[in-house]
């Protein structure tokens, strides 16, 4: 599978949930287990078929470049070594795709971010991908995005039921249901609402297949939110649009880890490790006995 629609991956937030880790790396450069937040995420737009991503950084942006870049020395290293397993592992990440970087300048929202990206995507429909957002690459939801995207011709966003006490949090979605299972039309979106106000309980979660349109909606989009450029206030203009192709919402069912909270970033990386050939077998019973004497 291999298309023409570019990823977006905004990578330039502050973290500040994650200081002091934040105060000289991105939160997207935290490694969850052996690889950087943002890997998994590339991984998971080339397996959807994307080719070309562009991420857009903010401070301490050579740290994220750099990963994404050759490094002579170490590889010349490993070669010497006869190391091929990790030489392999060191180019994986220069090899996955075609990708460009951005300065955002001022983190003044996502929102912003994403108009960021308006001269690399021109006038085409793109993904967005919250580069601290992993989705377990077991639950594919990007190619069920993009399918559904062309299929109507719509702006499609991922939505996920959450605890109604934790939707002020997220955006929060109003929706009808469609004649498929887990694909809604969205009626209305707003950011971070307190319980009482949520319109439901399904939360906005980091994947996003956009169209161009959006890129006029930010560019007068005014600051909500905590001050910020907010992508959910230019979707819900979109949304509430009865003359545009509107706005869909794929229901996710799957295993999400929200890298930039500190509480599921530990669980990411027991629940990603346990799985794997390499430690799970060795972690898994130190985890048994670790928990039994809790
Ligand atoms: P978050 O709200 O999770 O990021 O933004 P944050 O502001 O860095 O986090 P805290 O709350 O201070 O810890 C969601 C996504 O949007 C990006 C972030 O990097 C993250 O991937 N973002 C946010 C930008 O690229 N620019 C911004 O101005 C804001």
Known sequence: MSH??????????LGTRFLPATKAMPKEMLPVV????????VEEATRAGIEDILIIIGRNKNNLSNHFDSVPELEQNLREKG????????????E???IH????????GLGHAVLR???HVGDASFAVMLGDDLIDERDGLLAEMIAQHERRGATVIALMEVDPEAIHLYGAAAVEPTDEPDVVRVTGLVEKPASED?????????????????????????PGKGGEIQLTDALQELAADSAGPGVYGVIFRGRRYDTGDRLDYIKAIVQLAVDREDLGPELRPWIKDFAANL
Not at 34 to 41: F, G, H, L, R, S
Not at 83 to 94: F, G, H, I, P, Y
């Open 83 to 94: 190391d091929e397993e990790r030489l392999a592992k060191v180019q994986q990440s220069n």
């Open 101 to 108: 970087f951005v300065r955002q300048g001022e983190p003044k």
């Open 34 to 41: 052996d690889k950087p937040a943002i890997q998994y995420v």
């Open 198 to 222: 949520a319109p439901s309980n399904l939360a906005i979660i980091g994947r996003y297949v956009l169209t161009p349109e959006v890129f006029d909606i930010l560019e007068r989009t005014e």
């Open 117 to 119: 990206a308006r001269a």
């Open 4 to 13: 023409a629609m570019k990823a977006v991956i905004p990578a330039a937030g």
């Open 96 to 98: 996955l795709a075609d």
